[in-house]
């Protein structure tokens, strides 16, 4: 059963040039459980994508379709009740941890903060669940680190602390958005392993452009390009046996894949190319890709692509 | 066969002290020594923290290094005068991690470009050569005539390390040291850029400094490579061509 289903969703926000549609008729869905990865380049939208489903996105974003958590429409869903779920049913770990924590706070009083929030526990209390989180992402003397502010821990402390946040009020869908940014080989491999032992039996929507991390973690990954969905499958199919051209030439441009880029650049978003939006990378376009936009189409059970050469 | 060497550092050391009473010294880089021939890429891995950076660093003496001995094609730079220092600097050039902050936010692209050459570090060259030499030079990176008159907040990422490897070019280099240059692009832009940096390397036989935590992408960009752990260098092997251009 869908725990999450996105239906039709369309974000786009005003800019001096026209309106960016960040987010373009998209349609998602997580199971209870289920891990799901959405990759795709910078600037894709797919961060939006995640902030539109905890609604953090300013005042003049335009938000239409329908993102159903539960049954609940949460587009239609008061300010107040969002508020509430927010952090205890739907947690997002923000992305950056440098700038996402609260430089004059302690990180301890960071994690508490959530928790006396929503689930009222008196101020002792909190502290001492917040000590139990970071000791559950495995942060060594906890007890003490709890008394730090974030400046006093590197950069792979910081994501575990972001992550503690996250867990805090055991929510049932954790959004993470790049939880492997800027970190380095053995950090990251180890934010991968805490990521995959916490969230279990959790729904884990993971954002990332690093196919090794949703591949290793996710059951389904979703490939997002210039605000739509192109692809969407089990990991092992995106990964081994990919059909759209984008999701290969992506693959492709791996250094453990052959380091092989794809030529051009991300097109824009207030005035998308005609027909399919990739056509002009692409290095199987035929003559009707550049006029006809292509629908997301079911292949196989399970594996759904948007592409003309499978029509 | 008499090979030329064009970088031989000897037990380099930097060591950061802190503390006035009881000074504790950190051992940033404790004891390096390697050499780099005319027309190779030397890749440096190691985990953030490592001193791998601060060795780029003091490759190219924008820092001071605590103990021995940098020779740049058989010029030791420490203890060299500011002037003579001067004079070898356009032959070695870096590439930072960050193209937004390696770049004048309130000079136009072009203007960047241009620099080198106002500066005279080409010889004396007219205005309208200038503009001809950054029109090559925009091609050469990839970049369109229309990108000399943005600013580098109105590029992408991939677009300003882009520049960057202009700017660098205009100063017709010998030596450069990247120091993480893809750290902050995505994976497609990453491959772009690093397959620029390989076709420039070729073209321009340029001699390399490749410093990245990332071993894949190290393996493609180097023809050796030397791992580093606490300031020191622990191992130094060759990479086999066919090994890293299986998957291609």
């Known amino acids: ?311 | 066969m008499f090979v030329i060497q064009l970088i031989e550092v000897s037990d380099l050391k930097k060591y950061y002290s802190s503390g006035l009473i009881k000074k504790q010294y950190t051992r940033a880089v404790d004891g390096v020594s390697f050499q780099i021939k005319k027309g190779e890429t030397l890749g440096l891995v190691g985990e953030s923290g490592c001193g791998k950076t601060t060795v780029g660093r003091l490759l190219l003496h924008l820092i001071e290094p605590t103990s021995g001995k940098i020779m740049f094609d058989g010029v030791n730079l420490i203890g060299l005068k500011k002037r003579e220092l001067r004079k070898l600097r356009p032959r070695m050039q870096m590439i930072f991690q960050d193209p937004e902050s390696s770049l004048n936010p309130r000079m136009k692209i072009g203007e960047s470009i241009a620099e080198p050459f106002r500066l005279g570090l080409r010889g004396k060259i007219c205005t309208h050569e200038i503009k001809s030499q950054i029109k090559d030079l925009i091609e050469i990176v990839g970049l369109n005539p229309e990108h000399v008159n943005r600013y580098p907040y109105q590029l992408s990422g991939g677009q300003n390390q882009r520049v960057v490897l202009a700017r660098i070019l205009a100063i017709n280099p010998e030596f450069i040291v990247a120091d993480e240059p893809t750290a902050a692009l995505d994976v497609s832009v990453q491959a772009q850029i690093l397959r620029l940096i390989m076709n420039l390397k070729k073209d321009f036989g340029l001699t390399m400094l490749f410093i990245s935590h990332d071993l894949e992408v190290v393996r493609h960009m180097s023809d050796r490579i030397a791992v580093m752990e606490m300031g020191r260098i622990v191992a130094v092997d060759s990479v086999k061509r066919d090994d890293c251009n299986r998957s291609v």
């Open chain 1, 1 to 311: 059963m869908a725990l999450l289903d996105i239906i039709d969703l369309r974000t786009c926000f005003p800019s001096p040039d026209g309106l960016v549609k960040a987010v373009d008729t998209v349609d998602l869905h997580i199971d209870k459980g289920e891990r799901l990865g959405l990759i795709g380049e910078t600037g894709c939208g797919k961060t939006v994508l995640g902030l539109s489903i905890v609604r953090l996105l300013q005042a003049t974003t335009r938000i239409d379709g329908r993102i159903l958590y539960n049954d609940i429409d949460i587009l239609k869903a008061s300010d107040g009740k969002m508020r509430h779920m927010r952090g205890k049913e739907i947690a997002m770990i923000l992305q950056n941890p440098t700038t996402s924590l609260n430089p004059v706070l302690k990180i301890g009083d960071q994690i508490a903060e959530a928790i006396s929030l929503h689930q009222g526990y008196e101020r002792k209390e909190a502290w001492s669940k917040a000590v139990e989180m970071l000791e559950a992402v495995k942060i060594p003397n906890s007890a003490e680190r709890a008394h730090q502010y974030p400046h006093e821990l590197s950069g792979g402390m910081r994501e575990r602390v972001m992550i503690a946040m996250g867990l805090a009020c055991n929510p049932n869908l954790i959004i993470a958005d790049e939880p492997t940014k800027g970190l380095d080989a053995r950090t990251k491999s180890q934010i991968i392993d805490l990521i995959h032992e916490t969230t279990s039996k959790k729904a884990l929507l993971i954002i990332t452009h690093d196919l090794g991390v949703a591949g290793t973690i996710c059951d389904r990954i979703a490939v997002m390009y210039a605000g739509e969905l192109l692809e969407e499958a089990s990991s092992d199919l995106i990964l081994n046996d990919p059909l759209h051209p984008y999701t290969r030439g992506f693959i492709n441009s791996l250094p453990s894949r052959g380091l092989v880029p794809i030529p051009g650049t991300s097109p824009s978003l207030i005035v998308p190319p005609q027909g399919c939006r990739f056509h002009n990378r692409c290095p199987q376009a035929i003559k009707i890709c550049s006029k006809k936009h292509p629908e997301m189409m079911e292949i196989e059970k399970g594996h759904k692509v948007r592409c003309l050469l499978y029509n």
